[in-house]
């Protein structure tokens, strides 16, 4: 389906026109005509298949089409301010030849930043894109008029409950006005997020596109290795590729492992930085900047970029260790492969991780290659499930053995 089929307004489709916005994607195919009727909206699809596009143009038309009020029209929650910044950069992008305004409102700035989003709260702009936690730090102020909110929108919704928004999110919507549009994107459907829908949304359209199956130009591969094996691992794995990856994603479970990784790296000459929640924000953004623009080639990252970030043109996403959670590695690896674009995922298993991986390959439907470790190597543990406990089992039976008891021959009769 075409981008013209949908009949947007002549700024908009201008501004389509020259992004080279064509051929709509699954997602925004079946979304746009839903939230053109002004039905409520629960749509489950993973990063990477145009969601954004799905929920903001139809949006941005309808502005280009109503009077202004000076009052904010819709408010996207997100879970991370990364995201929410992302979001707006795209909206300034489909916006461009509208006068339609939009401003991200998140946590971690300095004192004139919080007054820059009041201002924005106050004057009206037109869309905000705000984290809950954030948001409700200007809604106990007083000062934001919600009585304008047409559309109440909330993406990665399952992220956001599992970082505990839920109570934000529903005293946002309770401040709303009652006649608004509620809009709800998750990537995956579990039974919390069908309980949040039932309390926001009314007799909502429902989408389900393709939950948790990685790209189909992914390539996955795996190496079963001890700890103490990982960062010469990754070591090799780089210099082994050669120069001609320009984008390589690393992620690591804990903020020391980042650095170590990172550390390993630099010595060996290869110029990586880090991404974490240890970082201010104006770090996060200078490094997200520099990997986009190619003046850095290695980012080293917790989940803080597992989800929502889109960077055009990553060809290699290396797993240090196991995501606990299987929809986060599908998140991860989700970082390559976007747009009809190849890459590569490389996973490494410790025998700890090995049931998780397990759980994940069974959720993506296949079974991901186990590579034999690099010339040089010690071999690498097997690809197998170890009983639990089996140490502790012996223990305890070398307990119930009990001594022979020798008789006192002393002992009065």
């Known amino acids: ?47 990477g298949t145009g969601k954004t596009a799905a929920f903001v143009l139809p949006i941005l038309d309808k502005l280009t089409k109503t009077a202004q009020n000076n009052k904010v ?6 879970p991370t ?45 037109d869309i905000i894109i705000c984290t809950p936690g954030r948001l409700m730090a200007h809604l106990d102020f007083n000062y934001f008029d919600t009585s304008g909110v047409k559309h109440f929108i909330l993406d990665e919704a399952d992220r956001m409950l599992d970082m505990g928004f839920y109570d934000d999110i529903m005293k946002i919507a309770n401040k709303l006005p009652k006649d608004r549009q509620n809009l709800l994107f998750s990537a995956t459907m579990p039974p919390k997020i069908r309980e949040l829908a039932n309390k926001l949304l009314k007799n909502p ?23 103490n094996q990982k960062v010469k691992l990754v070591r090799e794995i780089l210099k082994a590729k050669g120069k001609d ?30 991404m974490h929640s240890g970082l201010d924000q104006e770090q996060r953004e200078d490094t997200i900047r520099d990997f ?77 290659p186990k590579l034999d470790l690099p010339k040089g190597f010690e071999k690498g543990p097997e690809y197998k499930i170890f009983p639990k406990n089996k140490k502790k089992k012996q223990w305890n039976n070398k307990r119930k053995f009990k001594k022979p008891q020798h008789k006192n021959t002393n002992a009065p009769k």
């Open 1 to 47: 389906m075409k981008f013209t089929e949908f009949k947007f307004g002549n700024e908009l489709q201008e501004g389509l026109d020259i992004m080279g916005f064509e051929k709509a994607t699954p997602i925004q195919e079946q979304a746009i005509p839903i939230i053109q009727n002004n039905k409520d909206l629960i749509a489950c699809a993973q990063t």
């Open 73 to 78: 029209n819709t408010i996207i929650v997100a």
């Open 81 to 125: 301010r990364e995201l929410a910044k992302q979001i707006d950069m795209q909206i300034e992008g489909f916006s461009y030849f509208t006068n339609s305004s939009s401003y991200p409102i998140y946590g971690g700035g300095t004192g004139v930043e919080f007054d820059n989003q009041k201002q924005a709260l106050v004057n009206g702009a």
């Open 205 to 227: 359209e429902s989408i389900s596109l393709a939950i948790s199956k990685p790209a189909e130009g992914l390539t996955q591969n795996a190496y079963m290795t001890h700890d």
């Open 245 to 274: 990856l320009s984008h390589v994603l690393i992620f690591a479970s804990s903020i020391k492992s980042v650095k170590e990784i990172k550390t390993t790296l630099n010595k060996a000459g290869m110029r990586a930085s880090e």
């Open 292 to 368: 986009k623009n190619k003046k850095i080639r290695i980012l080293v990252a917790t989940d803080i970029l597992s989800r929502g970030i889109d960077i055009k043109g990553i060809e290699l996403v290396i797993n240090y260790e196991v995501p606990h959670d299987a929809e986060d590695y599908v998140h991860r690896i989700g970082r390559t492969a976007r747009a009809d674009r190849t890459g590569e995922a490389i996973t490494f298993i410790n025998p700890k991780q090995v049931r998780n991986f397990k759980d994940i390959e069974k959720l993506i439907e296949k079974e991901v």
